[in-house]
């Protein structure tokens, strides 16, 4: 199908070909007829994408703060791989548009096939022939009411909330700076609630499209001149409230809306500028000032946007999904006119020529641009190949390699050293968004690219499967690629609860040591870590292992912290340093004991700052600090391990000492080596040489389970024994030289 899309990193607009999304649970599958294009939001975007990386940098000094401290820590060249990946980012323009349903999604049932929905939402509602849109995110079209003007719906809810904001009753007088789109809607929307409205813009034909609109008093000109006669058309008064829709970098709307406004109104932003309050206007009138976020209350929360939980109308009124209805529902009343709002109709495939008009400098008079589609089902297609000219075919006896997932880190770290094993063939690469999938495809050399990843496991050419996704699919995909007859490399964590272990285990017991399965533990592949516990392979005791991991915070919403998608810092990131332990000691572990700090703030969560314990069957023991309340840029890893009268130090993976017999010998390497193309190497080298899983699945196994007890530990107080997977874990006093009390 086909799609526009902006690459960040270079601000290069096209129209690509991807593949077509998948119907999502908790949504719908729509086929677009008609998309808007947001001139002022999108030129934004593409001006920022068009910058050099310097102008990128300045624009975002909290960034170049934090790649200084990480480059630091872990060498100049892997930072600068890392912020060149996240910059060659395609980004799916749009986000207004409507359609008709062609699938629905399982908890989507109160939408069926053939229904008109207007659609909302950067990422979804964008300029593609075919998106895949959440339940809360679009609603049903009216009768009476075209698909065209449903297309509006993005731009009238954002206009809507504006307006709730305000709080203007009837009789109220407003005034509305800035008179594009939104402007243009918000004063209509106005004029709807019975309010008095003044409009102001710098654009004459602006000002009397408004005047056409209703709009009671309307000027083009200065802001000197605004400021007088708003003035006298409020009587002197001023006005109850006043809209900012304009997008401005400097505070100029701000000013003005200051003096415009009467003493005790409100002033509401939901454009753009810069937000520099003068406190001499603000405090002599007391004024309140609010920004008004996107379309209303669930606006950017996964939670609603993504998991479809709607917000209780006896406590929040006024949703983004109820906004979006209410919005389509003044059209169907035609008390919002839309229609001389349209100034361009442009097919999508003649979408790049209007975007080079549009995005330049006086756009020609260009309000409200919409994009056609055919209105057929070819574009349909979820499985995209290489174009002619560019296929070429494996070389003898090479594995044949699928990839399912392509995030970030992904594409940061583990395509690239992918790209470099020696004796593989790319075959294909899924992910949910076909945008990315199409990228990733073209810069890493791979035969296909699908949003549908079981494409990869239908395909009987791949030998090898790699899990990439986020935590909550690992499972899932795992037992699914094992059935599929393929080998397999998941991402840590290998699951996220204890069932889902069980269920893998018992898939891997099944199917015996062919094929492979291997969890990404990249850890114990570093150069380093090998180099560290080759100093103590004569050892006949014990080892006594210290870790400290200072991991910094992840906001409380991101999607690791949140238990159905991520698991928990516990089970998705710690599980890295538990199966180090491991790997030292050559050992399983069989009890732990934790204990969280209980911080102040709720920010970041208690059990993102946990000290726990671990014994092994040979006696080993580990100490592991992990916390989120340091600061990024002090030193994020240490390993320390006595063993017989010597001692090992591994330093943030650039620096290693071992220290025997009074002597010191050090290894220091100029960037940080974490093991990314060293597990890659032993997983396909195993595959050739048929040697076997290069990391023992019981490790994995036993890594996971030690998290869920982890969290029982916490839980209850006291030591746990591992068990087994899916049976009840057993408390025991004996670790740390408690005695077992007999209640256990």
Not at 83 to 108: C, F, K, N, Q
């Amino acid at each position: 199908m086909k799609q526009v899309v902006q690459s960040y990193r270079t601000g290069q607009i096209y129209l690509d070909e991807v593949p077509a999304p998948l119907c999502r649970p908790g949504g719908v599958l729509v086929q677009t007829a008609y998309s808007l294009i947001s001139i002022g939001t999108e030129r934004s975007v593409i001006e920022l994408g068009r910058k050099s990386l310097l102008a990128k940098a300045a624009s975002r000094p909290d960034l170049v703060k934090r790649a200084v401290t990480k480059a630091r820590r872990e060498g100049f060249w892997k930072t600068f791989q890392e912020a060149l990946g996240r910059l060659d980012v395609p980004t799916p323009l749009g986000y207004s548009a409507a359609g008709t349903v062609i699938e629905v999604g399982a908890g989507a049932e109160e939408f069926s096939v053939g229904d008109r929905l207007a659609c909302i939402g950067a990422g979804f509602a964008s300029h593609s022939e075919f998106i895949t849109v959440p339940k809360n995110l679009c609603a049903k079209v009216p009768d009476g009411v075209s698909l065209e003007e449903a297309a509006f719906g993005m731009l009238g809810t954002i206009a809507l909330h504006g307006v709730r904001l305000a709080k203007t009753p009837l009789g109220s007088h407003v005034a509305v700076i800035g008179l594009g789109l939104l402007g243009l809607l918000t004063v209509q929307l106005l004029k709807a609630s019975g309010c008095k409205v003044f409009a102001y813009d710098l654009d004459p034909s602006k000002a009397e499209l408004a005047r056409s609109l209703g709009t009671d008093a309307v000027i083009a000109g200065t802001a000197s001149l605004a400021a007088e006669q708003g003035t006298s058309v409020s009587q002197g008064q001023g006005f109850d409230a006043v809209i900012i829709t304009a997008s401005a970098r400097d505070n100029q709307p701000i000013e003005l809306a200051a003096e415009l406004c009467r003493v005790r109104g409100k002033v509401i932003l939901v454009g753009v500028a810069h937000i520099e309050i003068p406190r001499q206007i603000f405090w002599e009138k007391e004024i309140e000032f609010q920004v008004s976020k996107a379309g209303g209350p669930g606006a950017l929360d996964p939670a609603y946007e993504l998991d479809g939980l709607d917000y209780p109308c006896p406590y929040v009124r006024w949703t983004e999904q109820r906004n979006l209805k209410a919005f389509v529902d003044l059209v169907a009343q035609r008390r919002v006119d839309v229609s001389p709002l349209v100034t361009h109709r442009v097919e999508i495939s003649d979408a790049l020529k209007t975007y080079e008009v549009l995005v330049a400098p006086g756009s020609g008079g260009a309000i409200g641009v919409l994009l056609t589609y055919p209105g057929t089902l070819e574009g349909q297609r979820r499985v995209i190949g290489r174009k002619a000219g560019q296929e070429f075919t494996p070389k003898s006896g090479q594995i044949q390699v699928g990839v399912i997932g392509a995030g970030l880190f992904a594409k940061a770290l583990l395509l690239p050293a992918l790209v470099k094993t020696s004796g593989i063939h790319l075959r294909g690469i899924a992910t949910a968004n076909g945008v990315t999938a199409n990228h990733a495809c073209r810069k890493f050399g791979f035969e296909y690219c699908s949003t549908d990843y079981r494409a990869l496991l239908d395909d009987k050419n791949i030998d090898a499967v790699m899990i990439l996704t986020r935590h909550s699919l690992h499972a899932k995909m795992v037992q699914e690629a094992l059935e599929a007859g393929k080998h397999v490399f998941v991402e840590k964590p290998l699951c996220v609860d204890e069932m889902e272990l069980a269920q893998v285990v018992e898939a891997s017991r099944r199917i015996g040591n062919s094929p492979v399965l291997m969890v990404g533990y990249n850890r114990r592949f570093a150069p380093l870590a090998i180099r560290l516990k080759s100093c103590f392979q004569q050892r006949r005791g014990p080892l006594v292992m210290s870790f400290r991991v200072n991991v910094g915070s992840l906001p409380t919403e991101h999607w690791v912290n949140q238990p159905a998608e991520g698991g928990g810092r516990i089970i998705g990131e710690l599980c890295h340093f538990i199966d180090l332990a491991q790997y030292f000691a050559d050992s399983l572990p069989s009890q732990v004991f934790a204990q969280s700090a209980l911080l102040a703030s709720a920010s970041p969560p208690a059990r993102d700052n946990v000290s726990l314990h671990l014994k092994f069957d040979d006696g080993s023991m580990a100490a592991i600090v992990y916390t989120a309340a340091g600061d990024r840029a002090f030193s994020r890893e240490r390993v320390e391990i006595f063993c017989e009268g010597s001692v090992g130090v591994l330093e943030d993976f650039r620096r290693m000492a071992f220290i025997a017999h009074g002597k010191t010998k050090t290894k220091r390497q100029w960037n940080q080596d974490l093991g990314y193309r060293g597990e890659l190497d032993a997983f396909f080298g195993s595959l050739r040489n048929g040697q076997g899983n290069p990391a023992p699945f019981e490790h994995a196994v036993a890594s996971s389970l030690a998290t869920f007890r982890i969290l029982d530990a916490l839980t209850m107080g006291q030591p746990v024994a591992l068990g087994e997977p899916g049976k009840p874990s057993r408390s025991s006093r004996v670790f740390l030289g408690h005695a077992n009390p007999s209640s256990v």
